[in-house]
C-alpha cells in the first residue's frame, strides 16, 4: 500500500475515458474521438469535482498514447485572466509543431469563464489561427460566461452531477482498495456530503479512514463538518413551530460547538426545503429568506446576527401565513 499522505483523488484520478464514471454518454462521445484520432474544438462545462479535467487527460492519453504528455498542455485561465497569457503562452504552444507521430497537439484551458472578455476574444482568434495544429479543450462551470464566438466553435459537453449511484460504486471500489469498511450509513453520509462532486467524496472518505478503518456515517459527518439531514429537519421543525428560542438554541450548537459554516448550513436547509411537501406560498417565502441572508454573507454581514435574523424571518413567515 502507498504511503499515508498521498492524496486519494490523484491517487485514483481515472486514467482511461473507460474508467471514468457517471457520465457514459459523453464517454461513447469522446471514444468516436479516439476511435478517429482526430477531434474538433470541446467545450466541457459543469460544476466542480464531476470528470472534466479526467474526460481531458484521459482523451489526451488515448489519442496520442506514449507521446501524449508532449503534445498535451493544461493551463489554468484562473491564474492569470489577462490578454497576455493568451498572447504569449496559448499561442506559443498552439504555434509550434506536434511531435512524434501526432497531426496536432491539444491546449486544455481549465476555468476558461474567469478569462476577461478581451482574453476570450484573443483566443477565439488564436483558435482560428492556429486550428490546424492545436485544437483547444476549454473547461468552464458556467458557458453563460463564455463568448458566444468561442461557444459556436466547439463541440459543447454538459456534465451532469454525478448521482448517488456512482459515487456509491467509486466509494465502495477505493475501500475495497484500501481494506475499508464502509457501512451502509456511511456511504448515505458521503453521497449527501458530496452532492454530485466526486472530489468531496473521496476527500471525505480519505478523511475519514485517517481515524478508523471502519468508517459509519457520524465519522462522516464529522470530519466534514457537516449537519446530519435529521438535524437540519430539526432546525426546521422547531423554526416552523414557532419555537425560536429551540430553534436559536440548536443553530448555536451546529455553528459553535460542531464548526459548521454558516453558508453550508443554508445550503442544507435549502436543500430540506426542497424536499419538503409543505405549502407553496410559504416554502417561496422561505428559500426568498435563505437567498437574502446568503447574499448578506457574501457582503460581509456578521453570520450570527444573519442566521439568528434567518430563524426569526422563518418564525415570522409562519406566524404570517397562519
Known amino acids: 500500500m502507498e504511503e499515508n499522505n498521498t492524496i486519494w483523488i490523484e491517487k485514483y484520478r481515472p486514467v482511461r475515458l473507460g474508467d471514468i464514471v457517471g457520465q457514459d454518454e459523453i464517454v461513447e462521445r469522446l471514444m468516436s474521438y479516439v476511435r478517429m484520432k482526430t477531434l474538433p474544438h470541446l467545450l466541457f462545462t459543469g460544476t466542480a469535482g464531476v470528470g472534466k479535467t479526467t474526460a481531458a487527460v484521459a482523451l489526451a492519453r488515448e489519442i496520442f498514447g506514449d507521446s501524449w504528455q508532449m503534445n498535451f498542455r493544461e493551463l489554468n485561465a484562473s491564474d492569470e485572466r489577462g490578454i497576455d497569457v493568451v498572447r504569449n503562452q496559448i499561442k506559443q504552444f498552439a504555434r509550434t509543431t506536434p511531435l512524434g507521430e501526432a497531426t496536432f497537439k491539444i491546449l486544455f484551458l481549465d476555468e476558461a469563464d474567469a478569462l476577461t472578455p478581451d482574453a476570450q476574444a484573443a483566443l477565439r482568434r ?47 471500489r477505493i475501500a475495497r482498495r484500501e481494506d475499508l469498511t464502509v457501512g451502509p450509513d456511511a456511504l448515505d453520509a458521503i453521497t449527501y456530503i458530496a452532492q454530485g462532486d466526486m472530489r468531496k467524496a473521496i476527500n471525505a472518505l480519505q478523511g475519514a479512514a485517517i481515524l478508523s478503518r471502519r468508517i459509519d456515517g457520524s465519522m462522516v459527518y464529522a470530519i466534514t463538518s457537516t449537519a446530519r439531514p435529521e438535524e437540519i429537519e430539526e432546525l426546521l421543525n422547531l423554526a416552523l413551530s414557532g419555537d425560536f428560542d429551540g430553534a436559536e438554541a440548536l443553530l448555536s450548537r451546529l455553528m459553535h460547538e460542531r464548526g459548521i459554516a454558516p453558508n453550508e448550513l443554508i445550503n442544507q436547509c435549502y436543500r430540506a426545503l426542497l424536499r419538503r411537501d409543505m405549502d407553496r406560498k410559504l416554502k417561496v417565502r422561505l428559500i426568498d429568506h435563505l437567498g437574502e441572508a446568503d447574499f448578506r454573507l457574501s457582503e460581509g454581514a456578521d453570520s450570527d446576527i444573519q442566521m439568528e435574523a434567518l430563524l426569526a424571518r422563518f418564525v415570522l413567515s409562519v406566524e404570517r401565513g397562519a
Open 126 to 172: 488564436t483558435m482560428e489561427s492556429y486550428a490546424q495544429t492545436c485544437r483547444f479543450i476549454l473547461s468552464c462551470n458556467y458557458s453563460s460566461k463564455i463568448i458566444d464566438p468561442i461557444q459556436s466553435r466547439c463541440a459543447i459537453y454538459r456534465f451532469r452531477p454525478l448521482l448517488p449511484e456512482a459515487i456509491a460504486e467509486e466509494i465502495r
